[in-house]
């Protein structure tokens, strides 16, 4: 079938299947792989009772087998929901699969994204909006899964035996009304946080989440005097066996996944990569590249801006020591897809994960002036989960320039290992939280000083509905 007779939405549909079902596949495979075929279900059962606060690698608490079919059949519920709802997939769909998957390797699981995803369709439905439209807000709730974790399994018992849980049953009706209360105030919050940073940070939910994160965090544990739970870990034989070639599994999978996406965009795009280069020049600011350009360009994106990322990450573990192929490391390389149809591409990321080197260059100077040790790396955890999450700060690059997107990434980095002690790991969007933080520090600044006009005169990435909105305002008015 060509290309042109695919929708957009048949072809996002199409995406959330194909990973999904990759997911499935490489769990069998892992599960050769490791020689922990038999151990997957269990494994699974043990990510799925664990509390997961930022950050809990699946990896190490269920196996590397355990962690993809976790990511896949969390994949599927989402694609049925998709495919079964009335209307049409969007990009911001996808985008909200993407950060499904993508956290279901460290945070988020089959069992506690349930309560997150279906509080938000009573509230739709009192509203009487379209399910398949807001589709994406059920999705982006799940970032609170750790809360139900905790809420469910720790937050009302005095002890937590790992591998062996107990539920009570203030757990569970606490439980079920934050998850109603979600419900509810999720769909109020976003809109908001949009209009705090103007469109120039993707993960427009990382700001709103956080913020309200932070409420939640304080008054379940501060307010009432409970210890905060730290993370929760468990010595994992086939993992500290298997953890050093991961790094090879990982890209493996990986580069078959984004090659074929590349290929078939490409045989999508009538066997051409026509339209990609006026793609990287949007400067990817509240733009919708399905609509604009077509997901055939967009599956050339995704496998692009993928394989862009995982050597970003092959060539910073080669130089510097770190946390190397965990379940967080395996979850940002999706998560670093979520907006590649809506405002990311390679030339506007590549300024935030410069800023990122120019920070960590920069420490390292100043330590060695100073005669002390670093005490961190680019590849250490919380670094390579932030850089991921930088990169919707892209339109910030894409509009005001290379030198504006590279502080942007140096702030940013500054500030993405200190943010997720605001609600302590409990939200899993903590990378979406520091880059709007960046944004409302940065924007005024850049607004302040490269206005529109200069931007009209010297920024040649705008493209044409930008430039004839900036032309209408030198126009006389009556």
């Known amino acids: 079938m060509e290309g042109k007779k695919l929708s957009n939405s048949t072809l996002i549909n199409g995406v959330a299947l194909g990973f999904s079902i990759a997911f499935l596949i490489s769990s069998l495979a892992a599960g050769i792989y490791t020689r922990d075929l038999h151990n997957i279900f269990h494994g699974w059962y043990l990510i799925m009772t664990s509390p997961s606060p930022l950050v809990t690698d699946y990896l190490e608490i269920g196996g590397l087998p355990s962690a993809m079919l976790n990511a896949g059949a969390c994949g599927m519920a989402c694609w049925l929901f998709m495919v079964g709802l009335k209307g049409e997939s969007r990009p911001s769909t996808l985008a909200g699969y993407f950060l499904v998957v993508a956290?279901?390797?460290?945070?988020?699981?089959?069992?506690?994204m349930w309560p997150c995803f279906l509080a938000p369709f009573l509230y739709l439905h009192l509203k009487k909006l379209d399910y398949k439209g807001n589709l994406h807000v059920c999705m982006?709730?799940?970032?609170?899964?750790?809360?139900?974790?905790?809420?469910?399994?720790?937050?009302?018992?005095d002890t937590f035996v790992f591998g062996h849980p107990t539920l009570t049953i203030s757990g569970v009706l606490l439980t079920l009304a934050f998850s109603l209360m979600l419900g509810f105030i999720v769909p109020a919050i976003l809109p908001g946080a949009h209009a705090w940073h103007k469109g120039y940070n993707l993960y427009n939910g990382g700001l709103a989440f956080g913020l309200f994160g932070f409420f939640l965090f304080n008054f379940f544990y501060n307010t009432m005097g409970i210890d905060p739970s730290s993370k929760p870990t468990r010595f994992n034989p086939v993992y500290e066996q298997f953890g050093h070639s991961f790094q090879l599994y990982a890209n493996c999978f990986f580069l078959i996944i984004f090659v074929i996406c590349i290929v078939t965009g490409f045989f999508l795009n009538s066997k051409s990569f026509r339209g990609y280069e006026e793609l990287t020049r949007d400067t990817g600011h509240q733009s919708d590249f399905a609509t604009k350009y077509g997901m055939p360009l967009c599956l050339i994106n995704i496998g692009t801006v993928g394989l862009f990322f995982l050597f970003y990450l092959d060539i910073i573990m080669i130089y510097t020591e770190g946390a190397g192929f965990t379940g967080a490391t395996i979850g940002v390389i999706l998560a670093a897809l979520t907006f590649t149809c809506m405002g990311q591409h390679p030339k506007n990321i590549w300024p935030i994960l410069a800023g990122y080197q120019l920070l960590y260059l920069f420490t390292l100077a100043i330590c060695y002036l100073n005669d002390r040790e670093i005490s961190w790396t680019i590849t250490t955890q919380g670094y390579i989960n932030g850089v991921a999450f930088a990169t919707g700060l892209c339109p910030i690059s894409g509009r005001y320039g290379t030198r504006a997107g590279i502080v942007a990434g140096f702030m940013c980095a500054s500030m993405c290992t200190a943010t997720s002690a605001l609600h302590g790991g409990l939200v899993l969007y903590n990378g979406g939280f520091t880059s709007g933080i960046t944004a409302l520090i940065l924007l005024p600044i850049l607004e302040h000083y490269i206005p529109k006009t200069r931007d009209f005169m010297n920024n040649k990435k705008l493209n044409k509905e930008e430039m004839i909105a900036i032309v209408e305002t030198f126009k006389p008015h009556d």
């Open 103 to 112: 956290h279901c390797f460290y945070g988020l699981n089959f069992l506690t």
């Open 140 to 157: 982006f709730t799940t970032s609170f899964g750790p809360f139900i974790g905790e809420l469910l399994f720790r937050y009302t018992q």
